[in-house]
């Protein structure tokens, strides 16, 4: 990760890391201290969390949940860990394994939600059976296993690991398209609304190469392989085509993500779907939704009426936007 | 730039042209038809012109200022053309060529200015002794000179060649800094105001492979090579990160620029510098201006004063943004 013989900026030791956007060197203290100091500072800066929240990470086994749920435990939340199982074949058993590993090393508490057991369906059988994107069943299914498990814990604030590079993805794309809800809406606090809970991305001043190198440095064990159904998708082209700017003109991808946060995204208040529909309840689970089904129960009702589909069936067709 | 055998969509005749993002193969007869229909769209939709309109095309020898210039004469506008001698080597003089040749074929008037002949010096010079980027000092100077002639001449509009690619690119880069300020301004109209003439841009609906099969197809000859001094320049950078992105998703830069009009330039109604600023006037030249000297005529002491350099003397140093 680093040239030898390189020095870290603060105390001048053997460096670890290269950060080209901070145009510097750590080493593994001075590294750690950074990435304490970013996430500090989102924290503040949105009044994300405090002392007193009682906090539930969703956690995926890869390495932004694990970190982010390792940050706050080691800053002092109180935080639990919400693994949802998606049935995507060998890539969510281990993802299982690797959540669970890191909250028995923490001694900490991983509540677990299986969508086959508990809703009969999972990820690869809704894709087929609702003739959608898995992207976008996969999505739906989690926010809405996310807020129920928050709100029946009786928890104050949800987090999720979303980093600097996917919350510049997603801007990317409504960007390009100027999809004004969509942009009024992407900030890294939701305030508890009409049956959500408050939600929160602490990680939005880290990169993804950044909280890995925290997962390592941390000797944190992670799952490595990105989800096999989200191959292809749009997310992960605008993340290519951002990383190309990037490595072009370092700092550009912050500042792009950081600046829209401070220089539009307080024109564009009030200006979200969220701000202006109005929702009833779900007749079938109560949750809030502008129709008479909500979303995911539209899922389930399709999706656990289908014959199980193997993940091996719609490989490849994952071209969906977050 | 077709495949053999494919047929004109309108007219199911043989093919000259592919447009993707149309998902369509065009004649040249409904070729030219297209791109007529999108400058009127242009015009129409902006309000840029009137039949009564004096237009002033700046002209630099290049595809897109040629077929802008071709088409507001061909629609019936009273259009003179406006060449400003940049001094950039061979590079000038072939575009000057270019320009003269297409007037006179056309029985057109062009009107002529030098920067070395009236000012006393020229763009590699001006970078040189300002110890700016080229690409800077140009657009100043080329702002300016086109300003003047514009109120000299007793025109009521002044037209650039600016294509989509161009506005695109130039949203692109502001949105990476979310610049309010310029995103603010990014409109294909400026109204005249205080000394400034009323500035349009009638091909945002054209790329700029569709103004040089303009070109082609109508016979008018150009200069193909980009300026020597603007490569490596980020507004080229930026150009082919959106090339990339539309070759994945064709469409992706004109929803960009077109969607960023509709959805997103209301908002920003009103919150350009311009929009605020005070201005006076240059006491050299009485232009206006923010500062005491305008910046075309703190150009002009620098350069005028400074030995004139070779244009290879500054090659490769065009990293400026427009």
């Not at 939005?204 to 941390?218: D, G, K, Q």
């Amino acid at each position: 990760m680093v040239a030898v013989g390189s020095k870290c900026r603060v105390c001048k030791g053997p460096a670890v890391i290269d950060l080209p956007r901070h145009n510097a060197h750590f080493c593994t203290e001075h590294f750690v201290e950074l990435c304490r100091r970013q996430v500090v500072k989102a924290i503040e800066r949105f009044q994300m969390l405090t002392r007193d929240d009682r906090v539930l990470v969703a956690v995926s086994g890869g390495k932004d949940s694990l970190a982010v749920w390792d940050m706050l435990v080691e800053l002092g939340y109180r935080a639990d860990g919400l693994y949802v199982g998606l049935g995507i074949g060998e890539y969510s058993a281990t993802s299982a394994d690797y959540a669970r590993a890191f909250a028995s090393s923490r001694g900490l508490h991983l509540i677990e939600v299986s969508l086959r057991d508990e809703y009969g369906y999972d990820i690869p059988t809704a894709a087929k059976a609702t003739k959608r994107v898995p992207c976008s069943a996969c999505g739906t299914s989690k926010r809405h296993l996310f807020d129920k498990a928050a709100l029946d814990g009786g928890y104050t604030v949800l987090v999720t690991g979303h980093n600097l590079d996917d919350e510049a993805a997603v801007l990317f794309g409504n960007t390009l398209r100027w999809d004004v809800g969509y942009l009024a809406r992407q900030l890294p606090v939701l305030p508890a609304r009409d049956g959500f809970p408050k939600k929160v991305k602490p990680l939005i001043r880290l990169t993804e190469r950044e909280t890995a190198a925290w997962c390592i440095v941390r000797g944190i064990d992670y799952l490595v392989e990105e989800c096999p159904m989200a191959a292809g998708n749009k997310h992960l082209e605008y993340k290519a085509s951002l990383n190309e700017i990037e490595s072009r003109s370092p700092g550009s991808k912050a500042s792009f993500y950081l600046n829209f946060l401070d220089n539009m995204a307080p024109l564009l208040a009030g200006r979200s779907a969220a701000a202006t529909e109005q929702l009833g309840e779900c007749r079938s689970c109560g949750a809030p939704t502008t129709s008479d089904l909500c979303a995911f129960c539209r899922i389930v009702e399709k999706a656990s009426a289908h014959d199980p589909v193997p993940v091996e069936l719609v490989l490849g067709r994952g071209r969906g936007r977050r």
